[in-house]
């Protein structure tokens, strides 16, 4: 089959690999329809990680099943489904919990699997022809009868419609509060539709990059163009001086100041400015242990200089983490259908997957309009 395959810090090919195939009795076997290119799958292409080369990438995956497992019970051959980033068991502890995003069984030794990704077990990805789901009757959500005529909507159940609910989650927004989110990326602007339809007042979305704010400003959020010390105070004005209610930070450890350069601390710094005194802050933007091709000193050891001090005196709180996609993508899944919830709006470029490396190329260099990829197997 064919597959993007990881060589290199910004060395991806489509190659010909091994067919993906049932592996256990409790797998499925999906040929992939659409996967997106991902803001996380950056990190890997940048050489941030640790990921090992020869590794299919791609953990935003949607298709149709050819095969299942003989321990298979519920998932069908035809069945169009997509699937959630997490690889997860469904039995352990916290999968019980719904925490679906921290299996303590799928990756021995740390909490937490996904398709595709650098220090979560050995899942190839699915920006392939086809993907083999381990506990596919756990992991595959069924889509509705419209289910190909909305793939681009349905598709971002995968990972980031959820992540940017869950962000959204993290910061405890209730209806008719106010909500400033860090990042115009493709989880921040699903943070901001996230927070439209869990009924906020007023929605304010922080960016450096006009392309991205102009579809912030179409979800209906107010824009502000500076995350330096002008922005703070133009989010101070607009909340009457008191900060948001709550906040989300959807950048992660490689944000940049105006000038472009990495300040891994500034997003978390300007939200305890931000955010109201006990207000609550919700981080789903990557933050890794380490970084060794970090500039800052702090940040290759998974360190930042954070203003504790503030954020103890205004009394404020932190969540943190992925997304437990599970928790979401059923209910998220009934708004689309219902046309209450259209998360393809973000889309900017659908390829082929033969066209991959060039989607990588000029969406990891934030080219103007590449706001969101979406690769397409098997079509031309």
Same mark, same amino acid.
């Given at each position: ?37 991902c803001?996380?799958?950056?990190h ?20 149709e099943?050819v095969e ?5 019970? +519920?998932?069908?051959? $035809? &069945?169009?489904? =997509? *699937? ?5 068991c469904?039995?352990? @502890? #916290? ?36 993907? +083999?789901?381990?506990? $596919? &009757?756990?992991? =595959? *959500? ?8 909305? @793939? #681009? ?210 969406f990891?260099?934030r ?14």
């Open positions: 089959m064919k597959a993007l395959v990881y060589n290199g810090p910004r060395d991806v090919a489509v190659l010909d690999v091994p067919d993906a195939k049932i592996e256990k009795p409790t797998d499925v076997l999906v040929r992939i329809t659409s996967t997106n290119i803001g996380s799958d950056l890997m292409y940048e050489g941030r990680t640790d990921m090992e080369s020869g590794r299919i990438l791609g953990h935003e995956n949607l298709g099943v299942v497992g003989k321990a298979v019970e +519920r998932i069908k051959v $035809g &069945d169009r489904i =997509c *699937l959630p980033f997490n690889v997860a469904g039995f352990c @502890e #916290n999968c019980e919990r719904g925490l679906t995003g921290y299996c303590l069984t799928v990756n021995p030794g740390t909490a937490g699997g996904a398709y595709g990704f650098a220090g979560m077990g050995p899942y190839e990805g699915g920006q392939a022809e086809y993907l +083999r789901v381990p506990f $596919g &009757d756990f992991n =595959c *959500l069924v889509l509705p009868p419209d289910a190909e005529d909305k @793939e #681009n909507d349905y598709v971002m159940l995968a990972d980031i419609f959820p992540t940017g609910y869950h962000a959204v989650e993290l910061a405890g927004l209730q209806p008719g509060e106010t909500i400033v989110i860090y990042g115009a990326g493709p989880v921040g602007l699903m943070a901001a539709h996230s927070a439209m339809i869990r009924g906020a007042s007023k929605v304010i979305v922080v960016d450096t990059h006009k392309d991205r704010l102009a579809l912030a400003d179409k979800l209906g959020a107010i824009t502000v163009d500076n995350v330096e010390q002008e922005g703070v105070e133009r989010i101070l004005e607009l909340t009457h001086g008191m900060g948001a209610d709550c906040g989300c930070e959807c950048t992660g450890y490689q944000c940049c100041n105006q000038k472009g350069h990495e300040v891994p601390n500034l997003t978390m710094n300007n939200l305890v400015k931000t955010v109201k005194a006990t207000g609550g802050i919700g981080v789903i933007g990557v933050f890794i242990p380490e970084d060794p091709g970090a500039k800052d000193e702090l940040a290759k050891k998974g360190q930042m200089a954070f203003d504790f001090g503030h954020f103890w005196f205004k009394g404020q709180k932190i969540r943190t983490g992925q997304a437990n996609v599970k928790a979401y993508n059923r209910r998220l899944c009934k708004l689309i259908e219902a046309d209450r919830a259209k998360p393809s709006m973000i889309i900017s470029h659908e390829l082929p997957l033969e066209q991959a490396a060039e989607g990588y190329k000029n990891d260099a080219k103007q309009g590449w706001t969101k990829v979406v690769l397409k197997p098997g079509q031309p």
